[in-house]
């Protein structure tokens, strides 16, 4: 069975660039996570779906962060505009149900120039 | 808030146990986890524990935890150079977030 998937692995941007992040969870997985780990640190969640909806976005940066799971399935985390502090990892991980074991992807490494 | 602390660095000699620890502050914590991270990937998912157990063990690895102090260890048997990467203790909690400590660092010497 397939995890995860994240896509791009790396991405090297200017600063004030938009930047987006796809991340494909495990098939049937209905819970999908959005995750930024800074360097030296555990990751911390920034956005939590159930299905299509999301369920807890409190720590997601709304002013220039978004993110969308429009049909439950994939999901897309954008930054526009990119700074200098959101050089980090961002990784997706996804569960069966919300309280389920969280599998997580590869991660994307994003540097901001 | 949550809080979940472990030790940033651990170094043991191969073939010796290596013993990780961690504590966490949210008593309503329902699931605790171990993952592996080796560098540049990602979180690998080594093992769990619920909260009404105090030992789970799976081959090489055995996980105790003392629920009235908050304290979680992830030993390892028989380590090996391959076990060198960072373990993230995470605690997971009614709601089904998880907050992760920091991560301590497994160097194992040959």
């Known amino acids: 069975e397939a995890g995860v998937v994240q896509s791009p692995r790396y991405k090297i941007i200017e600063k004030k660039q938009p930047v987006a992040f796809w991340c494909n969870p495990i098939?049937?997985?209905?819970?999908l996570y959005w995750y930024l780990q800074n360097l030296g640190q555990g990751p911390e969640l920034l956005i939590r779906?159930?299905?299509?909806?999301?369920?807890?976005d409190s720590q997601l940066p709304k002013d220039r962060f978004s993110a969308e799971r429009l049909k439950g399935v994939d999901s897309t985390l954008k930054i526009q505009p990119a700074e200098l502090g959101d050089s980090a990892v961002y990784l997706c991980?996804?569960?069966?149900?919300?309280?389920?074991?969280?599998?997580f992807g590869p991660g994307t490494r994003l540097l901001v120039l | 808030g949550e809080d979940v602390e472990q030790s940033l660095f651990l170094s043991v000699r191969e073939g010796d146990s290596s013993v990780i620890n961690c504590t966490y502050t949210?008593?309503?914590?329902?699931?605790l986890y171990w993952y592996k991270q080796e560098p540049g990937a990602g979180l690998q998912l080594l093992t769990y524990?619920?909260?009404?157990?105090d030992m789970k063990q799976d081959q090489r690895l055995t996980v105790l935890l003392n629920k009235k102090d908050k304290h979680l260890s992830l030993r390892i048997a028989d380590t090996q150079t391959g076990d060198s990467a960072i373990y993230f203790c995470?605690?997971?909690?009614?709601?089904?977030?998880?907050?992760f400590g920091k991560g301590t660092k497994l160097s194992v010497k040959p």
């Open positions: 991980a996804s569960s069966l149900e919300g309280v389920g074991t969280q599998y």
């Open positions: 098939s049937g997985h209905n819970t």
């Open positions: 779906y159930e299905n299509e909806e999301a369920v807890d």
């Open positions: 949210d008593s309503s914590s329902t699931y």
């Open positions: 524990i619920f909260s009404n157990m």
């Open positions: 995470a605690a997971g909690g009614s709601q089904g977030n998880l907050i």
